[in-house]
DNA sequence: TTGAAAGCGTTACCAA
DNA sequence: TTGGTAACGCTTTCAA
C-alpha cells in the first residue's frame, strides 16, 4: 500500500539511492534527472515515510507535551501556544493527558520513550507534589531531554519554567489592602498542595509587610479548585454572617464561582466587597463582572519551556534550569475601595 | 543509545529472537528463559521502540485529529473526549490544529500521511464549506481512513458525523415562539458559512411552522463569531431604539457578549427580553445568569466518530456514513416569558 | 524451544 | 553523477 522510493526508483529507471538523494534536493544529482524524479514522485503521490526516515536517521524531531487536561481553556492555551513555537521551531508536536493523574503521567511518558521522542514538556498533575518520579532514570538512559511546565514536583531536581505563584498571590492581597480591605479570604485548595500552599505564602508576606499578621482561619480550604466547590464554600461563608471585605481565589474559575454565590445572596461587587482571581484565562474578561485578576504570561512560560528543552536537545545536554516567571496583577471591575473605608472617608 | 533488543541477548546469552519472542509473551519460548529475558529487560530498562515495530509491521495504531484551535473550549472538550476514545481502543491518539485554516489543515494531513497514520479524525474551518480538498486522493493512496467531524466540506463526499444544526436553532426559536417572543434577533457569522447558515433555516422553519414569515432583517450578521463582534453588534442594536423580544446566538460565547452589552445599558435578562445561546460549554452554566441553550452532545460526536473511525481501519475500508446527532435545549434563567405578553396577561 | 536470516523504507558510505 | 549495500531495531518464517 502506497508509493516508495524503489517504486519512483523502477518507474524512472534509476535506483533508490538516487531517488533519495534527488528528493533531498542533494545537488550531487544532475538537474535533469532530479526534475525527472520530482515530477515521477509528485505524479505517483509520493509521501516520505517518516517512520523509516526516524529510523535510520536515529533521531527524531518530536516534542512530547504531556499535560493534565485538554477541556481546561487554560492548558488550552498553553498547548496553543507552546505547538505553534514547536512547529516554528521545524520540530513536531505530540500531545498527551495525563487527565491529572500521576500513574497516567508515567503511563504517557513510557510511551513518549518507546516513541523515542526527541524531549519532553511534563505539565504535573495538580494535586502531586511528591512523587517517586521512577521514569527519570529512563529518560536518561534514552537521552530523552526533559522539563517541566507551569508546576513541578519539589522532591525532584529537575529543570522547571513557571510563575512566580507566590508573588502573584502577594500583588493581589497588596492591591486589597491597599484599598483598605482587611477580612480578606483566601479561597484554595489542599493547604499542603504547591499551586495553595505558595498562593498562601504570597498572602501572608502582602500582610506581613503591613505589619499585619494574617488570620489562618481565613483560608478556605475547597474540596476542589472548581466553580462548585468554590460556590458552596462562599455560600457556606456568606450564610455564616462573617464581615467579608474581599476574597482572593487561586484561579479565576473559582472566582466566578463565588461570584455566583454572592450576587445570589444580594452581595454587590465590587460594592459591597471586592473579588479577585488568579490566572487571567479568556473567561474573566467575559464574567458578569470583568475580574480583576492575577495575570499569568501563558506566552512567556511555553516560550521559554519550548527554547530551554529545544536548547537541551541540541546541544544534547540535560540542563537543569528554574525559571520563574513575574506575574502582574489586571485591574477590572470586580474590586474597589473597601466599603468600610468608604464610609468613613462619606462622613 | 538505549537499550535494544540486541543488547538483552547479549546479555542473557540468547539470540535477538528470542528475546523479541520472550517479551511478547510468546508461550513457545520456555518458561525460564523467558522469566530471565524479562528480568534482565527490567533491570535494563528496556522500552520497546515502536517506530522500529511499526515500520515492519506495516501497520500502525496511531489514529490522527485535525482540529482547528486547541484554545477554544468547545473543541477541547471534543479532543478530551475522542482521546479518551481511542485510548480506550488501543490506539494512540495524535492531534494537530489547523489554526482554523485551510492551508494548515492540508499540511497537517500531509504530515500524518508521512507518518503512516491508521486513521484521521479531521474538524474542518469553521470558515470554509467549499474547498478543493486534493489530500483525499493522498489519502486513499496510503490506505489511511477518514472522517469529518462537527462540520464537512459541502462539495466533498465523504463521511461525516455532526449535530443537526437546523434542529438546534429550530428548538430555541420554537421555545421562543412559545413564550410569546417574536421579535428575534439572529446573531450568526457569514449568512454563506454552514454553521451560520443551517441554524438560520431552523429560525425560519420555527417561524414557518406557526405559519409566520421571518423578517430576514433581523439576522445580524457578526464580523466574527465571537465575544467582541456579539458585543458591537448587540450594542449597535440597543442603541437603535428598535423593540427586541429576544436574541440567538450561533455560540455561547457570542450570548455571553450579547449579555454584557444587554447589561451595560440597564436591559434586564430575562425580565426585558430573552436570550438563547448554542453549544451549552461548561461556561454557559457559570455566566452571571446561567444561560438557556442549545445542548451539543460532544460525547456522542466523539463517540460516533472514533467508532466509525475503527470500524473503517479494523475492516479496511472507506465508508460513507453521514451521522447527524440530534440537539436538544437546554432551559436555564436567560429565557422567559415575553414582557409584552406578561403585560397583557398582567391586566 | 531456540537461532539464522530476510525484510520493513529509508539514508549514507564507498565504489564505480 | 549514479548505484550497490549495509545499517537502523524490530518481527516473522523456516530450520535446526
Known sequence: MGVRLMDIAKEVGVSEATVSLALNNKTVIKEETRRKIWETAERMGYRPNVIAKTLVKQKSNVIGLVITDFANVYFGQFVKSCVAKIVENGYQPLIASSQDKFSEEERVIDQFISQRVAGIIIIPPTSSNLHEVTYLKSLETYGIRY????????????????????????????????????????????PQQIPTKMRFEGYKEAFAERGLEADESMMIRCENADFESSYVETLRLVKSGVRIDAITTINDIMALGSLRALRENGLRVPEDLSLIGYDDIVFSDVAAIPLTTVHQDIDAISRRSVNLLINMIQNDIQRNDKILIEPHL?????????????????R
Do not use: E
Open 147 to 190: 522539563l517541566y511546565a507551569t508546576a513541578h514536583y519539589t522532591n525532584v531536581d529537575a529543570p522547571y519554567v513557571m510563575v512566580n505563584l507566590k508573588h502573584g498571590s502577594y500583588l493581589a492581597v497588596k492591591y486589597l489592602l491597599d484599598m483598605g480591605h482587611r477580612r480578606i479570604y483566601f479561597l484554595g485548595a489542599h
Open 330 to 346: 489586571v485591574v477590572r471591575n470586580s474590586t474597589g475601595v473597601c466599603s468600610a473605608v468608604r464610609d468613613i472617608q462619606a
